[in-house]
Structure formats: C-alpha cells, structure tokens
C-alpha cells in the first residue's frame, strides 16, 4: 500500500521558516517524481515545487522561487520542503503528491497517483 505522510507544518510569524517532510513507502523509491502542492482557503489547489528522481531536477512556482528548496533523502524515502522568508500568503495546506508511473515533474494534479493528507502552515504578518 503506498503512502505519503507529511509533517513539519505549523504557525510561524512573517519571515520565519519550516521544514515540510513527505515520508514515503510502499513503492521503489528509485524512479518517481514528488510534488508539493498547496491549497489556501477559497482558492484552487496549485503546484508549489516537484523533484524528479531521474536527474534530481528540481521546479518551482514563480510565487515561491529562491525561498523554498525541495531535497529528496532516498535513503530515508522522504522528500523535504524547505521553507525561508515565509509570508502570510504562503498560509495553506500543503500536500505532497507522488507519481510513480513516470519520474516526470508536472503541475497537473491528475499526473500523480498518490496524496499525503496534506499538513497546515499558517504564516501570521
């Protein structure tokens, strides 16, 4: 049975920082790609930032570039979202999202098999 298991969410003030994990099992952690995607009360769900295993290729949204950072630990088959300089618009729930029939990255939700339940940041200003 596979499984996406996120934590590391949390409130933190403006500018601050959080570490989001998505701990994976039950699939080969060899060949998959890994988004995170967050949706923000009464908005749609959109794509954050994904990691392709195949050459550790690594996507951002505009709206986060040069203040998140996604790694991948395939010894621990988990996938991280670093997160700096936090605003009060990065407040959502965050999901993690693995598709593992292709190690392409995508931002279409439909593209990935798998979801975490999703975890809560809230950035206060």
């Known amino acids: 049975e596979v499984q996406l298991v996120e934590s590391g969410g949390g409130l933190v003030q403006a500018g601050g920082s959080l570490r989001l994990s998505c701990a994976a099992s039950g699939f080969t952690f060899d060949d998959y790609a890994i988004g995170w995607f967050r949706q923000a009360p009464g908005k749609e769900r959109e794509g954050v930032s994904c990691i392709s295993s195949s050459d550790g290729s690594t996507y951002y949204a505009d709206s986060v570039k040069g203040r998140f950072t996604i790694s991948s630990d395939n010894a621990k088959n988990t996938v991280y979202l670093q997160m700096n300089s936090l605003k009060p618009e990065d407040t959502a729930v965050y999901y993690c999202?693995?598709?593992?029939?292709?190690?392409?990255?995508?931002?279409?939700?439909?593209?990935?098999?798998?979801w975490g339940q999703g975890t809560q940041v809230t950035v206060s200003s």
């Open positions: 999202a693995a598709n593992t029939r292709a190690t392409y990255c995508s931002w279409l939700e439909y593209e990935y098999d798998y």
